[in-house]
């Protein structure tokens, strides 16, 4: 591994149109053929450089016309309104999978699949998320409204509780998975009910997970 330059340890929501499995989780096409995604990260500790980024959040809104992998899509990044001016271009630069290894994290994957991003947002982001509980909530007035919950046994009503561990994945080591409702509006909207949610542990740098 590269000597670090940057590396962040917090935590994720993220609400997709797939089904609860999200099939993109097993290397198979998306449950609609396409993809809409909305993401909010909180970041425990983190830095880029020699700029802190503890306590700081992002979010962002993802569309696809077809599966991630064949491009075309489009991204609003959401920068929280606390960062400082340095701040906001480090945490720009690593949603943009920029100063990473090519294919290392989500960041550089996701974003080298889009053909339009649209000028960043620096906004009050109220997002909340207990990973082993499975719930979440994420809020930017004008733009998400989110929300994140357990999957619930269709007989019983019981809370269910599954989840992912990807081998040499770019995203995450363990995830819980549930389900989530999320109104996108602004440059990019859509509303999801009731589809795949996962809440996960993110510990990432230039070159990848940190295990």
Not at 97 to 114: E, H, K, N, W, Y
Request: aromatic share 10%; with cysteine; hydrophobic share 35%.
């Amino acid at each position: 591994m590269a000597e670090l330059q940057w590396a962040i340890h917090g935590r994720e929501f993220a609400n997709c149109n797939c089904s609860y499995g999200c099939p993109c989780q097993f290397n198979a096409l998306p449950t609609y053929g396409h993809c809409s995604a909305v993401v909010g990260i909180h970041i425990d500790s983190g830095f880029h450089g020699t700029t802190p980024l503890d306590g700081l959040r992002v979010a962002g809104i993802f569309r696809y016309p077809g599966p991630i992998h064949e491009g075309n899509g489009e991204a609003l990044p959401i920068v929280d309104q606390r960062a400082n001016p340095a701040q906001r271009e480090a945490l720009l630069r690593i949603m943009s999978g920029q100063d990473t290894r090519p294919g290392a994290t989500m960041f550089a994957v996701f974003f080298s699949m889009l053909s339009k991003v649209h000028e960043p947002v620096f906004a009050d982001i109220d997002f909340a998320v207990d990973i082993q509980r499975r719930r979440a909530h994420l809020k930017v007035p004008g733009l998400i409204e989110q929300r994140g919950e357990p999957i619930l046994n269709p007989i019983t009503g019981a809370e269910h509780r599954i989840r992912i561990q990807p081998e040499g994945g770019f995203e995450f080591k363990e995830a819980e998975i549930g389900r989530g409702w999320t109104k996108a509006t602004g440059p990019i909207e859509y509303e999801l009910a009731d589809s795949y949610g996962q809440f996960a542990e993110l510990h990432l740098c230039q070159d990848g997970i940190i295990h």
